[in-house]
């Protein structure tokens, strides 16, 4: 099953192995919360639901971005405010400082909703009412 869903995944600079491996590793830390399932559909739905978590992370991980375009100098003002931006989304209360965090990171509503258990709609309801925060904290 892992191979078959590694191989699936697989693009770019990662080999299947290495995506086994992630995954293995993934399963392995999540033990406790797969042994008391015992063996049948819901274990194999958590499991299924692991170890592509862990692939589609190491792919994120190891993703080549693009190099910057020569003479590219970013402005110290943006940089101030970006800092700024970080400063508010810390005194955000949880999960939605999480939420947040993970949408930045290029996360889809899915899978912050899987991670934080928490239901696609209310991810969607959760972010709105932080940007509605962030914008009056920041002053725009």
């Given at each position: ?27 392995w830390r999540a ?110």
């Open positions: 099953m892992l191979f078959t869903l590694c191989r699936r995944f697989k693009h770019g600079g990662l080999d299947v192995d290495d995506l086994v491996q992630e995954s293995t590793v993934a399963l033990r406790e919360r797969l042994l008391p399932l015992g063996p049948g559909v819901q274990q194999a739905a958590l499991t299924w639901r692991i170890a592509r978590n862990a692939v589609i992370d190491a792919l994120r991980a190891h993703r080549e971005y693009d190099a910057l375009p020569e003479g590219y100098e970013q402005k110290a003002e943006d940089r101030s405010l970006l800092d700024e931006l970080h400063e508010q989304i810390a005194q955000l209360g949880e999960p939605d400082r999480s939420i947040v965090r993970m949408q930045l990171e290029g996360y889809s509503y899915e899978e912050i909703g899987q991670r934080l258990e928490l239901s696609e709609k209310n991810v969607s309801v959760r972010l709105v009412r932080a940007r509605e925060r962030l914008r009056g904290m920041m002053g725009s």
